[in-house]
């Protein structure tokens, strides 16, 4: 907290300009921020803000705190460096395997097809062959029980370098589960949501055969959606099988030709598809860059569609509440902000947020405390906090009944499995204490606490961490190729489960970690969990934090959300 | 000649030594603006378009968008849904009102099946419900390595990989190899689902008429002149033929031995869609493939989904490790979607079970949709649609009433008809302005092993019954 009172003097500053200057929503602040973040590439905001949150109308009432620490120079050089051996030694390879020298394991085309134009450009898969196939083992762990705080993995063995694997049959018990988006505790095989979805299967059986406007709107779709709106505080809401196609079939209803997508560069794969498949133009701004985004909607606007120059039919913001692979949160207030005044609709992925944000477990919109109203499409889905499958869709009655209407998944996709759909239900309802239960409230604490404990201790340790403090999704940066690989075998040994990621999901040298907390996980767990990672951290070398943070030893273990009520 | 130059250069820096200051200095501007004209651009881009400020402002208090969406009328035929309470299996209670299900794909009956029901349940009892994150990050259990591996011993190729939603299947595996510059043919009949894979591929594509396999050695033979015209780019374009084993919407069963031909012929790989054909066509249930006894590695992808005849929920991809392995990485829907829930899973598997000991199974589905087929012949005003074998079919009006929308009114008529009288009926949806090639409106019964002798007549003569009251 030192580094944000030292910057107080800036942020009142900038407050005042949009006091004096502008209008209030005329983003004085966001300049502000993205000048603050282009220096220093954090974010802080005092907790005793009074002046600033009675300046730009309560925009933060929370401290936003959202960390990307550059990378180390010698550490960025060292990257590039281990990518250039790497490759030299996949053509190296990939030489031997065209003369035979060395065994080639990839599969072949059938003889018959030989003379076909390949199915695959050679370049396409060189990265597969000689750098994914070194650490594959990563990647991919089956696991044999509930993805719960721990689990148990099939143990496997490669005799031939990760191109194949045997299973051994033996069962590595009771590993710690880091990797799984459980942040609610949901994914159980015993309790109420269990029960239920038992019984529901007796009843219903598993499939559906159908869709939702021939012959497949079961009673229980209609509870749920009932359920969902009221969960979400919005009008109506509509529920689909799969999270991805939530976006990816939804979006193109939408939105079509002469309208604009703005895009955060960091969206999703299925927000990317969608916005394609609508045939609208895209544009991208930076990853939770207001002033990028600001550029854009008055570019957009003053100019017209390109070489026509007519105006937008419409525009249409895509974010996320939580980035999944940053750690970030959206920067809301500002968004909304933006929206109400260049007239764009919103457009809001909670794919990891619901449930894992805000004092009660609403998401992203209820963590900063705003309307869910000011969001014109709330989206999310149900396979992380709620443990189960798919996604929906949230918002005014009109935009829900075009939806019934017009979503491609409603006229061409089976429905939700019943069984599925009584696991939301129960967990929804215990989120929202409609059980007579104080368990889903007690967890939603619970991770919050989790998470400001895990991320601090991470820091404390010296490694980089990303994102934002209250965020469950911690990633931990590792940066160079071989360490991949090595983190995720080493943690593995010591009884850990984590996720290691590298390009292409991340930027070619940002390599990462990611902790995926969980209310599930007992401050025991946690403990081990960060004893091991301190340990491994120490063989690997990852600790390249320079921004140390000494350990606060007097500051008590305290719940995240009561902090600020007063 | 040495000399000469040297003589040369001493002059004029002689001369330089000796010129008047103005000129120095006039020399040295023009040399300035030469320089200056040479770098710098003859003319401005936008110069013409500048706004300043408040005219920006102008622009932008002015702009105002179109409504988020339009808005849908009460009565939207689409817009109010039917309601099942209970169960969707064979006695199905729609609106209130118990039927008889014509309506739903659970072919097999598998939907309700004690089996199927218990492996799910024992499931759910060891997993829970979620996976709690993509294959990739701890969501591959191993139910999931067992159905594919089962699904590729039933099906008899290499490699199978599975989808947690029927749609997605499909329509990421087309993108995973057919590119930009790519070419497709595909029949006009092609499911909604195909046509978004081929979006999603950004290809360059080609129709053929349904199932005229004239229509596509026409374009074929197109292709091949084109190509050598310039075999360079022949020789990176990657073609695809798709289609699917049995058409969702026309019920026709596509000439699998005649595409095989035209492959080796015109060296164009084929993907099948047979989320209608699998758990269906063929002695043991394999499909198009099998029904054809065309060898099933002449299929370089084959895609079916576990939602019709196995009654569970996802699809999955078949074929050889060349092919289907390359979806592990470039399959949009697999790599970034959570997986299957491990129950569905496992009532995937169970369903497999019962269709592995039980191939009479098919026999029963085939001699019923024979039966069907014949009882609905020679209604006046309506014409079946569809092979005799096939589970779903259509009934079309003969004789449309000049307007799409007085089309579905009637045919909605006969199916509140059927629905009043405990037929579950449903009219084939489609999303009017987003196909490419709209399917007439059509009533689609669906048969299932179910459904006794009886209840098949009792539908066919409720149907005829509702075309003479309705369209007279």
Redesign the interface.
């Known amino acids: 907290m030192t580094e944000s009172a030292a910057n107080k003097p800036e942020n009142g500053e900038g407050c005042y300009r949009s006091a004096n200057g502008l209008k209030p929503g005329q983003n004085g602040c966001v300049k502000h921020h993205y000048l603050y973040q282009q220096r220093q590439k954090k974010y802080c905001y005092p907790e005793d803000q009074v002046h600033h949150v009675a300046c730009n109308g309560g925009m933060y009432k929370r401290p936003f705190n959202e960390s990307f620490e550059e990378t180390p120079m010698i550490v960025a050089v060292l990257t590039y460096m281990g990518y250039g051996i790497l490759t030299l030694f996949g053509y190296l390879r990939d030489f031997m395997r065209e003369w035979k020298i060395e065994k080639c394991h990839i599969?072949?085309?059938?003889d018959?097809?030989k003379?076909?134009?390949?199915?695959?450009?050679d370049f396409e898969n060189f990265y597969?062959r000689n750098l994914?196939m070194r650490i594959r083992d990563s990647?991919?762990?089956?696991?044999?029980?509930?993805?719960?705080a721990k689990?148990d993995l099939?143990e496997r063995v490669s005799h031939d370098y990760n191109w194949t694997f045997k299973y051994t049959g033996k069962v590595v018990k009771d590993v710690i589960?880091m990797?799984?988006?459980?942040y609610l505790g949901?994914?159980?095989?015993t309790g109420i949501?269990?029960d239920a979805?038992?019984d529901v299967?007796?009843?219903?059986?598993?499939?559906?055969?159908?869709?939702?406007?021939?012959?497949?709107?079961?009673?229980r779709h209609?509870d749920l959606e009932k359920l969902v709106a009221k969960f979400l505080g919005v009008e109506s809401a509509m529920a689909f099988?799969?999270?991805?196609?939530t976006n990816?079939?939804n979006i193109?209803?939408?939105a079509g030709k002469g309208c604009l997508i703005l895009s955060d560069e960091l969206n999703?794969?299925?927000l990317v598809?969608g916005a394609?498949?609508s045939g609208s133009t895209i544009r991208v701004f930076k990853h939770n860059n207001m002033q990028s985004l600001e550029k854009l909607l008055?570019d957009a606007?003053?100019?017209g569609q390109p070489r026509t120059h007519r105006?937008?039919?419409?525009?249409l913001i895509l974010v996320e509440g939580i980035y999944s692979m940053e750690g970030s949160i959206v920067r809301l207030p500002e968004v909304i902000a933006l929206k109400k005044k260049?007239?764009?609709?919103l457009y809001l992925d909670e794919a990891h947020s619901i449930g894992a944000l805000g004092p009660s477990g609403r998401g992203v919109v209820d963590y900063f405390g705003l309307d869910p109203k000011d969001v014109?499409?709330m989206m999310g889905?149900?396979?992380?906090s709620?443990?189960?499958?798919g996604g929906y869709i949230g918002g005014r009655k009109?935009?829900i009944?075009?939806?019934?209407?017009?979503s491609?998944?409603?006229?061409?996709?089976?429905s939700?499995?019943?069984?599925?759909v009584e696991?939301i239900i129960t967990s929804m309802k215990c989120i929202m204490g409609e059980d007579g239960t104080t368990i889903g409230r007690d967890r939603v604490q619970q991770l919050a606490e989790n998470t400001t404990y895990f991320r601090r201790k991470l820091q404390e340790m010296g490694f980089i961490i990303y994102g934002n403090s209250d965020s469950p999704v911690v990633p931990m940066m590792l940066y160079m190729p071989a360490k991949i690989g090595a983190f995720g075998r080493e943690m593995l040994k010591r009884n850990i489960?984590v996720?290691v990621v590298g390009f292409p999901a991340t930027p070619i040298i940002e390599s990462r970690a990611r902790f995926c907390v969980s209310a599930a996980h007992t401050k025991e767990m946690l403990d081990t969990a960060l004893n091991v990672i301190s340990e491994v951290g120490d063989l690997l070398q990852l600790k390249y934090s320079r921004h140390g943070l000494i350990p606060l030893l007097d500051r008590p273990f305290e719940t995240t959300y009561e902090e600020n009520e007063d | 000649m040495a000399s000469g130059q040297q003589w040369v250069l001493v002059e004029m820096v002689q001369a330089f030594y000796e010129a008047p200051a103005y000129h120095l200095i006039l020399e040295g501007i023009l040399i300035l603006w030469i320089i200056r004209l040479l770098f710098s651009k003859t003319y401005k881009l936008q110069e013409r378009s500048d706004l300043t400020d408040k005219e920006k402002e102008e622009l932008i208090e002015e702009w105002q968008p179109e409504p988020l969406v339009p808005p849908v009328s009460k009565d939207h035929p689409s817009l109010n849904y039917n309601i099942v309470s209970g169960p969707p299996s064979h006695k199905i209670t729609v609106n209130g009102k118990e039927c008889i299900n014509f309506a739903s794909f659970n072919f097999l009956g598998l939907l309700d099946n004690e089996r199927v029901k218990n492996k799910a349940l024992a499931s759910l009892t060891k997993y829970g419900v979620g996976t709690c994150g993509p294959r990739g990050f701890y969501g591959t259990f191993d139910v999931h390595l067992e159905l594919e591996d089962r699904l590729a011993k039933f099906m008899r190729t290499e490699e199978a990989i599975i989808y947690s939603y029927g749609f997605a299947t499909i329509a990421s595996a087309i993108p995973a190899y057919s590119k930009r510059g790519d070419i497709v043919f595909v029949d006009e009949a092609a499911c909604f689902s195909i046509q978004k894979g081929l979006q999603a591929s950004r290809s360059f594509l080609k129709y053929f008429k349904h199932n005229d396999m004239e229509d596509l050695e026409r374009l074929l033979k197109e292709q091949e002149i084109e190509d050598q015209k310039n075999p360079r780019k022949a020789r990176v374009t990657r073609r695809f033929i798709v289609v699917e084993g049995l058409y969702m919407n026309t019920g026709d069963v596509c000439p699998l031995p005649d595409l095989v031909r035209l492959k080796y012929k015109y060296k164009v790989r084929i993907f099948l869609e047979e989320s209608l054909s699998f758990g269906v066509l063929g002695e043991h249930g394999r499909g198009v493939t099998e029904h054809f006894g065309v060898n099933i590695d002449d299929i370089d992808l084959i895609s079916a989904n576990m939602e019709n005849a196995v009654a569970s929920i996802g699809g999955f991809c078949c074929g050889r490790s060349f092919v289907i392995d390359h979806q592990r990485l470039s399959g949009q829907g697999y790599c970034f979607s959570a997986s299957l829930p491990p129950m569905l899973a496992a009532a995937a598997m169970e369903a497999l079970n019962i269709m592995e000991e039980d191939p009479d199974i098919f026999v029963v589905l085939r001699n019923k949709c024979k039966h069907m087929h014949k009882a609905l012949q020679g209604i006046s005003g309506l014409k079946v649609v569809g092979e005799s074998f096939s589970p779903a079919f259509h009934l079309q009006l003969e004789k449309s009433s000049g307007s799409r929308e007085a089309d579905v009114k009637l045919l909605r008529a006969i199916v509140d008809y059927c629905m009043d009288r405990k037929i579950a009926l449903t009219q084939a949806r489609y999303l009017d302005k987003e196909e490419r090639f709209l399917p007439p409106p059509t009533v689609r019964v669906v048969v299932t092993v179910e459904q006794t002798e009886d209840e098949l007549e009792l539908a066919a003569s409720l149907i005829k019954e509702a075309a003479q009251t309705i369209l007279k």
């Open positions: 599969a072949r085309e059938r018959e097809q003379d076909f134009v390949p199915l695959y450009q597969t994914y990647w991919n762990r089956p696991i044999c029980s509930v993805p719960g689990f099939v589960n990797g799984s988006y459980n949901f994914a159980e095989n949501c269990a979805a038992a299967t007796t009843k219903y059986g598993v499939g559906v055969a159908s869709t939702r406007q021939e012959m497949g709107n079961l009673d209609e099988g799969m999270g991805f196609a990816s079939m193109p209803a939408l999703h794969a299925s598809l394609r498949l008055r606007i003053v100019h105006p937008w039919k419409k525009i260049y007239k764009a609709y014109d499409i889905t149900f396979t992380k709620f443990g189960a499958a009109e935009l009944d075009y939806l019934r209407s017009h491609h998944s409603a006229v061409y996709a089976t939700m499995s019943p069984p599925v696991q489960g996720v």
